[in-house]
Every structure is written in C-alpha cells, then in structure tokens.
C-alpha cells in the first residue's frame, strides 16, 4: 500500500504567546474545574447592531437623490443663462457695446433652450414635461422651477430673436420694444434662474442640502456670474472692465464660501469635505474662487490678456465641478444614517459590509 | 368618509412577512430578488418603489459579533412592520410639482401613477425615505394605502392577511385611543420601554400609519424628529431674494464703474 502525500495544510505557527495561553487554560481547569472562553470572533465581526445607537444595523434611512447627471448640468447652464440675461440687459441700458449685449442675449436663449432640453431628459417620463406644468404650487420649488425655466427660456429667445430681427430687416419700433421688454423680463427671470437651484435642493431632507439652504442661492448664483463672464470674456469681450470687476466679485463671494464651509466642520458637513464628493467640491471652489481671483488680479496689474482668459478656463471649470460636487455630496449625506437617526457623536460609521452589497440593485 | 389609519403594534408582530406578500400580491409588484443581508432575517432592508410593506427584525444581542454563550442575558428579538407614514403634512405631496401626489378623502397620500413625470423630487423630500423611483419605469412609487381596495370599502391587503392584528386597521381617532389602552396594558405587564410612535410634535404632525414599539424608534430606522422640508423654504428664498438683489447690484455697478 502506498502512502498518500498529506496536502499542505496552512497551519499556525507555535510561540509564546499562544503556548502561554495553553497552560494558563490548563492551570483554569485544574484550579477551577470549568474554563471561562474568550469566546470566537467571527469572520466579518464586529457585525452591525439594531440599537438605539447604532440605528438600524447602519441601513440608511433615507433614499439618495435619484438624479441623473444631467441636473448638475443643468444647474451649471441654467445658473450661467440666467446670470447672462442680467449682463444682457444691464449692459443694454448702460453700456454701447452692442456686441456684449448680443453675445450675452444669445448665451441666455442657447441656455435657456439648453436647460429645458436638459430637464425633459432628466426626467423619468420625458414625454410627461407638461405635466408640470398643470399646476402651480410655491410650496414646491421644484414647480416654481420648472415655470421659471419655461418663462426664462421664451423671454430670453424673444429679446434675442427681436435682436437678430433688427439686424438683418431693419429697425422698428414695435420690435425694440418686444425686444427690451423681452430682455428685461429675462433678467428679471434670470436671477430666479441662477439662484433657485439652491432652494430646489436645499429644500430637501437630504442632510447636507438644508443644512447650508441659507448660502446654497447666492453660492449657486455667484457661480453662475462666474461662468456667465467668463464665457463672455471667452467670446470676445475680452477688454470690458466691467466683466472683469464683476468676475472679481464673484471669485471674491466664491473665496468667502469656501472659507464658510471649511470652517463649518460639523458632521453634516463632512460630505463637503471628505471622499470623492469633498475632492469635488474642494477643486470646483478653488478653481472658481481664489484661482480666477488672483489671475484677475494679476491681468488688472500686468494688463496680460492670459492671465484673463486662464481666469475665464477656471471659472467655468470650476463652476461646472461645484454643481456635480454638491449633487455627489448629498447622495453621500443620503448614506449617512447617522444625522436623521440624531445619533451620537461617536456612532461608528458602517464599513462596507455584506448588507450593503444586498442593497446594491441590479442595473 | 373618515379619515382611516395602520396601527402596526410591533409588540404582536411574529414576522412571519405576510404583510409583505399580501403587498405584493395584490398590488402586483416586482420580486427583489434573492439577496441575502446577513443582518438577522431581514433581506428586504427598506421600503421602496416595490416593496411597500417591510418587516424589520432589530435583534439586540448583549454582545453582538462575539461567539460563545450569552452568559445570563438572552437576546431580545423584535419585529415590527414597517410601511409609508401616509404623514398629516406629507414632503411628497407638498414637494411634487405636477400634482401627481394627492390626498385621498380618507386621508392617504397617493401616487397618481397618470400624472407622475418621474422628476423624483418626492424622493429626496420625504424624512422617512420611503418614496422611490423605479428607473426602469421611470415614476415613484410607494404604498396607496390600498386606495383602490378602501374605495371599495374593503381593508388593506398587509391588515387583512396579518394573522396575529398586528396590523390594525381602522378610523385615525380611534385607533390612536386604542394605542394608548394597548400602552397601557403593556406596561401593566411590566413591559416598561414600550411607546408609541407619532411624531405629531414635529412638522410631520403626525402620522397616518403609527407604531407601537419597544424601546428606542433609532433602533426601528425611525427619526425621532422628523422634518417636513417645506419648513427650510423661507430661509432659501430669503438667501435667493439676497442673491437677486446682489447679481443686479453687481453688475449695475460693475457697468457703471466700467464706463469710466
């Protein structure tokens, strides 16, 4: 009979610690007669408790916004459309350069028509848009937003329009009128636009979002300023001291966020700083705060047109990534159990574990 | 018509998951799928867009993720049947803006699924995350409170399928009065940490679909306060009326100061 090999059969290595412990079991039972066990520790152990501080095994408790990426999108375009008309219709009445004028009514009707594209595709029934607009409720921000983009939209292509009307057929009196009626019915719709994103999530039970609802508008708005000019600027308007004073107060209102919300360092603002959602909002907040503000800065000193058109690149950079930044940080504070639950401090946070890979549904 | 109300008594509730079957049989939803949790007996985990009955199983273990015996202590096991509050001022409905959401003349907050666009801003305004959107269908859904079947004068499937009344069904008044009885009878008993669940102190209230529990509602996922988010509206506003006065002053002065 031969002999069969045994299989290598990974096993513990022997040393002092462990043949310690065997004699103090021995002198236990020798002493005692029973043996008191630490007990096993299990594979996967410490699991998640169902405890008042714990929460429920760490599930989270509410539901993560179910937003494409076309939102972020479209609170980027939307926030620089809006804040284009303003530009439009200020720069109408004070300033004599026709083509600032033109090219700020033109980003505000391409915006507008881009936002409301970006919207009926955002939703579950695209085909369904109108059924928005078959009531009208101010307790819904997401209602007044939805009347808002609709009235923004057609106002903003009307003075625009109006605009192109004149230049190829001629002046009229009639279309200057519809077209300054149209343009100041835009900015005044505009600003709604640029800022109401930041009720429309902060008006939410996502922990993050209402928590910050008081700075979430002008936040928002100031980064719409920001893109608005710097697109301009990009467009040719690239000697207008007023764009650059306005793209300064922006970057400068964008530098005081981001100070507010670095210095806010409770939990419900950990989404703003930590994991991708924070690398998000941290790179969009640079490059839209005191990146542009010091390039600014450096062309009002040097009159070097690079240093403008680098603050331009950085402003919509850096706008575009604090919309997407905002949206991935209330998906993030969505998954913390611990804020609604209002648990302790120390509650542990959950580790990536066998019921959360159960949560994950099929795509 | 009244208006009606779940009194889900988690003190009598066996998990056996009828409830859950009953939901879904007579509202004909989609399966899960076959996803084990690890977490007690639970592997359903929340409500969602198909799932509008839940049974949740809080297991209090005195020393949970060690072996071995439990010395002198057992391990307290409960159930309690979770389902959509139908709240007295409910985020869902305030928040859509289509009008989808509704409220029935017996109080539920219904979906209806004809006018739902699928925005799914429901979901991120409800404080007890039931409302979900179904990405495959493209609308939210939730509990009707079994609208079509109280039309026709009938109980909810999950009240009438409970085997051991669990799930009580009945008029909002009287079932509050009844749960208050039952508290008493319970600590009678000697079941001290026993209350009930209806936050009608909080904007939410109150709520069309109570509880009554043992010990902490945090250990059930249920927020002690929760929020209707129609509350944070004023202060948002207030900020985008500041950041509307702010863009037209800017950018006046801005073209002013340009000129020179």
């Known amino acids: 009979m031969s002999r069969v090999p045994l299989p290598e059969l990974p096993g513990r290595i022997p040393d002092s610690q462990s043949e310690r412990r065997l004699t103090a079991i021995r002198r236990e039972a020798a002493e005692k007669g029973t043996v008191s066990t630490q007990g096993i520790v299990p594979a996967g152990a410490p699991f998640p408790r169902a405890t008042p501080e714990t929460g429920y095994y760490g599930v989270p408790l509410l539901k993560e916004p179910q937003l494409k990426p076309e939102v972020p999108v479209y609170f980027f375009v939307g926030g620089a459309a809006g804040a284009s008309a303003v530009i439009a219709n200020m720069a109408n009445w004070i300033s004599n350069d026709r083509e600032l004028v033109r090219n700020a009514r033109w980003i505000a009707a391409g915006g507008g028509a881009l936002s409301s594209a970006l919207l009926i595709k955002d939703l579950g029934m695209p085909s369904r848009f109108l059924n928005m607009l078959r009531v009208f409720k101010p307790q819904s921000a997401m209602s007044m937003g939805a009347w808002t983009v609709s009235a923004f939209s057609s106002f903003s292509a009307a003075s625009a329009f109006a605009n192109l009307a004149q230049q190829k057929l001629g002046k009229s009196l009639p279309v200057t009128i519809i077209e300054n009626a149209a343009s100041l019915l835009a900015a005044a719709t505009g600003v709604v636009m640029s800022s109401y994103t930041g009720v429309l999530i902060g008006a939410t039970v996502i922990p993050v979002w209402n928590e910050n609802i008081s700075t979430l508008p002008l936040h928002f708005a100031a980064s719409g300023m920001n893109c608005a000019v710097s697109a301009l600027e990009l467009l040719g308007s690239e000697n207008s001291r007023a764009l650059n004073l306005l793209g300064m107060s922006a970057s400068a209102y964008e530098v005081y966020e981001g100070i507010e919300l670095e210095t806010k360092r409770n939990r419900v603002n950990e989404p703003l700083r930590k994991g991708w959602s924070g690398a998000i909002v941290r790179a969009g907040g640079v490059l839209s705060g005191p990146v542009p503000l010091a390039l600014r800065l450096a062309y009002a000193v040097s009159g070097n047109k690079k240093f403008r058109r680098a603050a331009a690149w950085s402003s919509i950079a850096g706008s575009l990534l604090t919309r997407f930044g905002w949206v991935h940080a209330g998906r993030a504070s969505a998954r913390d159990h611990r804020i609604p639950l209002e648990l302790l401090e120390e509650a542990p946070e959950v580790k990536k574990n066998s019921h959360q890979i159960a949560l994950q549904k099929p795509a | ?260």
């Not at chain 2, 493209?138 to 039309?151: I, L, V, Y």
């Open chain 2, 1 to 260: 018509m009244s208006t009606t109300a779940f009194l889900t008594d988690s003190t009598l509730c066996i998990g056996c998951k009828a409830c859950e079957v009953a939901c879904k049989e007579w509202n004909q939803l989609d399966a899960d799928g076959y996803e084990w949790s690890g977490l007690s007996y639970d592997n359903t985990m929340a409500v969602g867009h198909s799932t509008w009955r839940h049974v949740k199983f809080v297991e209090n273990t005195p020393e949970i993720g060690l072996g071995g015996n439990a010395a002198e202590q057992l391990p307290a096991w409960g159930f309690s049947s979770d389902v959509c509050k139908h709240c007295e001022v409910a985020g869902c409905l305030e928040a859509c803006p289509t009008g989808a959401i509704v409220r029935m003349d017996f109080g539920a907050v219904y979906i209806q699924p004809d006018i739902c666009n699928g925005c799914a801003y429901c979901v991120v305004s409800c404080p007890f995350g039931v409302v979900e959107k179904n990405q495959d269908d493209g609308r939210a859904f939730k509990c009707t409170f079994c609208s079509d079947r109280q039309s026709a004068g009938l109980q909810p499937a999950c009240a009438k399928a409970c085997p051991t009344e669990s799930i009580k069904f009945g008029k909002l008044d009287s079932l509050r009065e009844e749960a208050q009885v039952r508290l008493e009878v319970l600590k009678s008993r000697g079941v001290d940490d026993a209350m009930i669940y209806d936050p009608v102190d909080t904007s939410v209230k109150g709520i069309h679909a109570m509880f009554l529990l043992r010990g902490d509602p945090r250990s059930y996922n249920l927020p002690p306060n929760p929020e209707v988010p129609t509350t944070y509206l004023k202060k948002g506003w207030q900020s985008a009326a500041v950041a509307a006065g702010a863009m037209l002053g800017a950018t006046l002065l801005a073209f002013l100061g340009g000129k020179r």
